[in-house]
């Protein structure tokens, strides 16, 4: 078997080889339409708790859609049209998001909310049903590597289209012509998920699987379902995605409002989170396969809490940019972990409706966060007086960017440590994890492994 190929099975190798197109295509829509919304909404003139309602409500409705996606798959016993239905939905949801907005102006920004709840519940019906198909027929031992390989393809495609995106913005805003940029993005977002769709329709769904609702009851089930790794897990990644949604939904309104990037600038800083992604995520994802994904997790939630408070030291473009590559490999490993160890948690019979229940508490999570983001971003002041001195600061999104880092930093101290790891692998020490993810060259790595190992022996002598 070649180094490229994923599976000695030819129906699922070319299956593989599908998803791999479905999700450059599926990033073609995120860099060039999801990721511009909220620019869009600042365009339409949002306020700051509509900003935060863009960011969370479509997630917490579509969340629901899960759980009804499960159900449907118990009652068809299908998945792969389940899939497609959900696909299609998203795609045509960019229509009306597209005329709505534009024709009625002064309902626009709620048009915009409601589109993207369309949206957003397209998606979240075909997740259970595609993360069911993905689990069956990617090979466990290569798991990490696949998920990796097709994560870099969408992170690519996605800083292209990104790229893309805000270069169409710039030259459209700059002949007073925004508005038509827009237009231009979400039509070729469309079209690009329908691309994603025709991949999707091509891959094989085993027989015999269906990505079925299974209500975990019987004997002694809640004193099972209170102690698996899962609910620990689930109830970790939530208070991350509420402590996250703090901030995440306001850097776009931080840079476009209070910074006045251009739109040139907002892609820039944008795309080099995507960029760092992109040159991490084959590491992230050997690491994931042979030293497991806890580790991964424990790095990744040392740093990610610090992101929003770096960006109250300086409003410098170029410390900004750093940040960003910064952020992009930190969240590269910490997503791709995620993902892999629900994998390896979640038994494939009960996989649907355990994926359900675990973004249902995410969305929750995302909706709160942003709510209370929201809040805070109009209510905090800009300056304080303090034993006659008074301290001002440029927007009170700064506050907003504290809090939650504070709110990051005591979610993973208090809900990580009770978390873990469910497969036999490697320990792997934290300086080695993170020159592994970070170097640059064969020869480095070639001298960190001996060094590395030396360091073992010499441990083990001791």
Known sequence: ???????????????????????????????????????????????????????SLPPLLASLVQLFSAWLGRLTGQRKIIVLVGATVQALAWLPLIILPIIFRDYAVPLLIACVVLYQCGAHLSTPQWGSLMGDIVPMRRRGRFFARRTRIVSLVTFISLIVGGLTLQFSSSRDATIYGFVMLFTSAMCARLVSVYHLSRMHDPTGHVAAMEVPVGSGWWHRLRHSNFVRFSIFFAFMQFSVSIASPFFTVFMLRDLQFSYAAFMTNTGMAVFAQFLTLNQWGRISDIFGNRRILATTGIIIPLMPLLWTFSSNYWYLLVIQAISGMSWAGFTLSASNFLYDLIARDKRATYLAIHNVLASLGIFAGAMLGGFLGMSLPTQMEIFGHTFSWLSPLLGVFVISTVIRAATVIVLFPKIREVRNVRPITLTNLIFRVTRVNALAGMFFDVIGSKSKDSADSD
Do not use: C
């Open 1 to 55: 078997m070649s180094e490229e190929a994923w599976s000695r099975d030819p129906q699922i190798e070319k299956s593989l080889n599908h998803s791999l197109k479905d999700g450059a295509a599926f990033a073609v829509m995120i860099g060039i339409g999801e990721t511009y919304l909220s620019a869009f909404a600042i365009f339409l003139r949002a306020s700051m708790p509509q900003i935060g309602l863009l960011a």
